[in-house]
């Protein structure tokens, strides 16, 4: 994809320079918003460690090459905006794309996270147009993250309680974000994205195991629990404690409730996380050598 930067989709060189970044370009969000936007024939640069020029949210001094001829830039922080210095790296971060010649900023942000909103606001302030994308959990951590392991093993057990959550579908995400980088009327917009219906944990194994064919339950844990099963699975320890505490301060129950987000922003509705687990299941990723439902 970083080859694609400066390219149309014949190959030649695209005249306008004045391309989108897009960080965390190779991440469930940012893969899918650079490829639309290629597909719609826009510079693309992936803001990442491993492109050229690079993009490392851990060392300000390669931000400034990423941002040569940007016009626009699709903010994502790794690993989440929970995490401590997210929002002075965000502030730094806005104040050199702007000093670099960026006209529009989007951002990623999640629900009622308290950093997340601190960083919404170092976005509004900025002095460029803005618009902010924030998202409730991604459908996608279930095939493409953490979540994978757990519904290939048949037991998701997390920390969660009874509490229903409205997951949202990244291609939703990209499809809004994608919106505001590159259409008129969504400058200075907050769009708070969800899917169509709450769901409980054990809602999101039932809708698993009849789109995979094979049992799926859920398992509520404590979050000490949930912190040691992590670590058997080989996840780092910064990793845990954020997981953990995010366990614990969002899926309380305040984020229970769904939005239009998604209808605002693209004149449709959300995609339903039946669909999700359809066309998922219908990709292998979750194929595995376990019995299917009946068979045990």
Known sequence: MDRLAGFRLDGRMNDNTNMTLVIGGTGKTGRRVAERLVALGRPVRIGSRRAQ?????NDPSSWRHALRDVGS????YYPDLAYPGAVDAVRQFAGIAVASGVQRLVLLSGRGEEEAQQAEDVVRSAGVEWTIV???WFAQNFSEHFLLQPVLDGEIALPAADVAEPFVDVDDIADVAVAA???DGHSGQLYEVTGPRLLTFADVAAELTRAIGRQVRYVPVTAEEYAAAAESYGVPAEEIVALTELFITVLDGHNSYVTDGVQQ???????DFADYARDTASTGV???LAPAVGDR
Not at 53 to 57: E, G, I, L, N
Not at 73 to 76: G, R
């Open 53 to 57: 020029p690079r993009f490392d949210w």
């Open 73 to 76: 830039a699709y903010v994502t």
């Open 134 to 136: 924030r998202a409730s």
């Open 181 to 183: 980088l590159t259409q």
């Open 265 to 271: 922003a693209l004149g449709r509705p959300p995609r």
């Open 286 to 288: 979750w194929k595995t």
